[in-house]
């Protein structure tokens, strides 16, 4: 059967380490696959830059696909903005057009399967269960799982090709689209500081929902509308909050770390 391989870039760290990963590990099989970025139109300008520089580290094009319909002709069809629990923006923005992309390789008469190469680390194996698919013609391979690369192997390989981490890691977690909502209050004050431009145009969206007919609040966030979150008495708040927070996510680790040597040592102790 013949075989048809694409990795599917985010424009974050693992999957391009995963490129890297690949171009050093599995050349031959790589000097073979398509780099596919699945182009919302709404990421944010850093992750352009990342691409392009993928490019020339790697040496190699990436196919960049778009959907269809822009993010605010699919707003004027859902008439709310996507949610945690209604996700509509992965689905019309990422999913339906990578399938219509592979599909499309199918209507030349290509025959075979398509080896799709995902970047979930072998910390987080759990996640290919909610990505695994059951479609007769893509076939989801997790190379870093097979060869249990995890979070320090990741930093690693950016590291050692000279690539690094897309320029938004310095104020914020994760890739993808600006207005995302699964990233924090305090994500939120950072894209604020970095970018006003597309925080004023999440908060135009927002907006734009809140004329329609549903007339609840129904924002980004589900605590705070933006424009709530820019005062100054609640920015005050969030950055606190926030920094409370990685107070004790840190003394939580130490702990546990403090707690595990202990029981090391008990180990030691009981078994030797
Ligand atoms: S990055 Fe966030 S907003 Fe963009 S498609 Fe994915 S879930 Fe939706």
Same mark, same amino acid.
């Given at each position: 059967?013949?075989?048809?391989?694409i990795?599917?870039?985010? $424009?974050?760290?693992?999957?391009?380490?995963?490129a890297?990963?690949? /171009? +050093?590990n599995?050349? +031959?099989?790589?000097?073979?696959?398509e780099?596919?970025f699945?182009?919302?139109?709404? +990421?944010?300008?850093?992750t352009?830059?990342?691409?392009?520089? &993928?490019?020339?580290?790697? $040496?190699? /094009?990436i196919?960049?696909?778009?959907? +269809?319909?822009?993010?605010?002709h699919?707003?004027?069809?859902?008439?709310?903005?996507?949610?945690?629990?209604?996700?509509?923006?992965?689905v019309?923005? /990422?999913?339906?057009?990578?399938r219509?992309?592979?599909?499309?390789l199918?209507?030349? %008469?290509?025959? $075979?399967?398509?080896n799709?190469?995902? $970047?979930i680390?072998?910390?987080?194996?759990?996640?290919?269960l909610?990505s @695994?698919?059951?479609?007769?013609i &893509?076939?989801?391979?997790?190379?870093?799982?097979? %060869?249990?690369?995890?979070?320090k192997d990741?930093?690693?390989?950016?590291?050692?090709f000279g &690539?690094?981490?897309?320029?938004?890691?310095?104020?914020?977690?994760?890739?993808g689209c600006?207005?995302c909502?699964?990233?924090?209050?305090?994500d939120?004050?950072?894209?604020?500081?970095?970018h006003?431009?597309?925080?004023?145009?999440?908060?135009?969206?927002?907006?734009?929902?809140?004329?329609?007919e549903?007339?609840?609040?129904?924002?980004?966030?589900?605590?705070?509308?933006?424009e709530?979150?820019? @005062?100054?008495?609640?920015?005050?708040? &969030?950055?606190?909050?926030?920094?409370?927070?990685?107070?004790?996510?840190?003394?939580?680790?130490?702990?546990e770390?403090?707690?595990? %040597?202990f029981?090391g040592?008990?180990d030691i102790?009981?078994?030797?």
């Open positions: 059967m013949k075989e048809y391989h990795l599917s870039l985010s $424009g974050g760290k693992d999957s391009t380490a995963l890297f990963f690949m /171009k +050093e599995m050349p +031959e099989i790589f000097e073979n696959t780099l596919v699945c182009d919302t139109e709404c +990421e944010l300008p850093e352009y830059d990342y691409l392009n520089k &993928i490019e020339v580290f790697l $040496g190699k /094009k196919t960049r696909i778009k959907p +269809e319909k822009s993010f605010e699919l707003m004027t069809i859902y008439g709310y903005l996507p949610s945690v629990h209604q996700r509509w923006c992965t019309e923005m /990422k999913t339906k057009v990578f219509k992309y592979v599909y499309d199918f209507q030349k %008469n290509w025959e $075979g399967v398509v799709m190469y995902i $970047g680390r072998a910390d987080e194996e759990e996640r290919t909610s @695994k698919n059951n479609d007769s &893509i076939k989801a391979i997790y190379p870093f799982v097979e %060869n249990q690369q995890r979070r990741i930093e690693n390989i950016l590291e050692k &690539i690094g981490y897309p320029d938004y890691y310095k104020w914020r977690k994760r890739s600006y207005f909502m699964y990233q924090s209050k305090n939120w004050l950072n894209l604020y500081e970095n006003k431009d597309l925080f004023f145009k999440a908060m135009e969206y927002e907006k734009k929902v809140e004329n329609t549903r007339k609840s609040r129904f924002g980004w966030n589900c605590d705070m509308a933006l709530d979150m820019i @005062k100054p008495e609640n920015m005050q708040k &969030i950055r606190n909050d926030y920094k409370n927070l990685v107070e004790k996510k840190a003394q939580k680790l130490l702990k770390k403090k707690d595990k %040597n029981f040592i008990l102790d009981s078994f030797e």
